[in-house]
């Protein structure tokens, strides 16, 4: 088990036969090994894959909005990575819980549990440290009862982006890529004029969704699909689509586990970096198993950071890979099915 679910389990007393609602777990057992009645709350789809046969279907909830769970005993929230994804969740978690029930937060020190005090402060009455063990810390408050109703408006956030053809609105939510901007490689990305070939393309990663806005305004022929792993990017992207009338699919995968069509272009600022310089085992993986997804003459297009060897494992597994534009830190490659 995940070492912040093996610090929950140490704790067991606290938690055996509550009515819980855990948000953000791993993928891991500690639903069904620390019996209590658990109520889960993920954005992550590869997670909600993985419990959705361990746990009732009305007690497993994938979304950007945390579920209404009615008389709750306590609530768990697993550190996420991003500090604004934790605090998005907190508000939502908080006006759940009647006054003095307990609101844990438990995580990894390298993933940023030790702010769990500043975020917690606020919420109750004072952040108190129970446990500290594996790497891992589990903090708790105990609520006043007095917080207010979640606004899911007031955390959204709206920038128009120009661009020298368009101008696109979009919209993003905490702790999704690049939020509130236009990142730099996917800024290289669309810079790209030449058209995609017409039919359905595939934006794999889609985050906020600016790549299929601009790219489905610049080819009318094209019909998209957005796909990321993340319920936030995904809501997001369906509001940036309709704020800037374009009619698209939206979907959830993890890696191409739900991309089930052949498509004339697939489109992506992937994210296969794990920060580890030379790994690239998830980028050949993707590599690998996208060719079932191109039709013949299908066209593969994305950005990556200009040191990462892409065009070998592009080459092996699709066919010849050029370079459409680079500048000093991202390519943007283009590679073609045998036709
Ligand atoms: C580099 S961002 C690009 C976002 C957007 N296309 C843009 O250009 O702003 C990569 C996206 O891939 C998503 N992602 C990460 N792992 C994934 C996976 N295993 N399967 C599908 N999407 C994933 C992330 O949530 C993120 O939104």
Request: some cysteine.
């Amino acid at each position: 088990m995940d070492n912040t679910s093996q610090i929950l389990q140490r704790s067991t007393e606290l938690f055996a036969g509550q009515r819980l609602l855990l948000v953000n777990p791993p993928a891991d057992e500690l639903t069904r090994e620390l019996p209590a009645d658990w109520h889960v709350w993920t954005w992550d789809y590869a997670v909600f894959l993985s419990l959705r046969g361990k746990l009732p279907e009305h007690q497993l909830s994938f979304s950007h909005i945390c579920p209404a769970v009615e008389d709750l005993e306590g609530a768990i929230l697993v550190m996420p990575k991003a500090i604004e994804r934790a605090e998005y969740a907190l508000a939502q978690m908080a006006p759940q819980l009647a006054a003095g029930c307990p609101l844990y937060l438990v995580g990894e020190k390298k993933g940023g549990i030790t702010r769990a005090e500043k975020l917690l402060v606020d919420l109750g009455d004072g952040a108190e440290k129970l446990d500290s063990a594996r790497h891992c810390q589990l903090w708790r408050t105990r609520v006043s009862g007095d917080a207010p109703p979640f606004d899911l408006a007031g955390w959204q956030q709206e920038v128009e982006l120009d661009f020298p053809d368009q101008q696109v609105r979009l919209l993003s939510l905490p702790g999704v890529f690049s939020h509130g901007r236009l990142d730099e490689g996917s800024a290289l990305l669309l810079e790209e004029n030449a058209p995609l070939p017409a039919g359905k393309v595939l934006d794999f990663g889609c985050g906020a969704g600016v790549l299929s806005v601009v790219l489905a305004r610049r080819n009318p022929d094209c019909r998209f699909e957005l796909v990321d792993i993340d319920a936030l990017a995904l809501h997001c992207a369906r509001q940036t689509l309709q704020r800037n009338g374009i009619e698209a699919q939206v979907y959830p995968t993890s890696g191409l586990s739900d991309v089930h069509g052949r498509y004339a272009a697939v489109v992506s600022n992937p994210p296969f970096h794990t920060g580890v310089r030379h790994d690239t085992s998830i980028a050949e993986r993707f590599f690998n198993g996208v060719t079932r997804n191109l039709l013949p003459g299908g066209e593969l297009r994305i950005v990556a950071n200009g040191f990462l060897r892409y065009p070998p494992l592009i080459e092996s597994h699709i066919g010849a890979c050029r370079v459409l534009r680079e500048n000093s830190r991202f390519k943007v490659y283009s590679a073609v099915a045998p036709g």
